[in-house]
């Protein structure tokens, strides 16, 4: 299967270019830790990820759920003051909430066993 375009262009390079004009930010003033940089980085990944999962119709809630942890990661980046206690409700929320839309979403290739008749 091919990869999807988007724009005329392969993820990578969107990719690239928003670590670019991080760094390129960076270079004009913005004050942003190392670990902040990644963080924004990594949810552009992610969002990227939710892109191609919806074009190629797979794993979107996957996708989700990851680009979830990459947008907390990010704001805790950004100084979110959240206990990991909070976190991990919050991501156990995501998770949960995408896999019931996720039941909704998929058909079973084995077509459920009817119960017996009770005699």
Known sequence: MRTPLF???E????LSLVAVLVKLA???GWNASPEVQAAVNASAAALMGILIALAVHD???VAIVGFSQAGLALAIG???DWSTERQAVVMAFVTVAVGM???TQVTAK???KQPLPLA
Do not use: H
Request: aromatic fraction near 22%; avoid cysteine; hydrophobic fraction near 55%.
């Open 7 to 9: 724009f005329g262009r």
């Open 11 to 14: 993820p990578a390079a969107w």
């Open 26 to 28: 960076v270079a004009f």
């Open 59 to 61: 794993g979107l809630g």
């Open 78 to 80: 950004f100084g979110l």
């Open 101 to 103: 839309w996720d039941r």
């Open 110 to 112: 084995i077509p459920q």
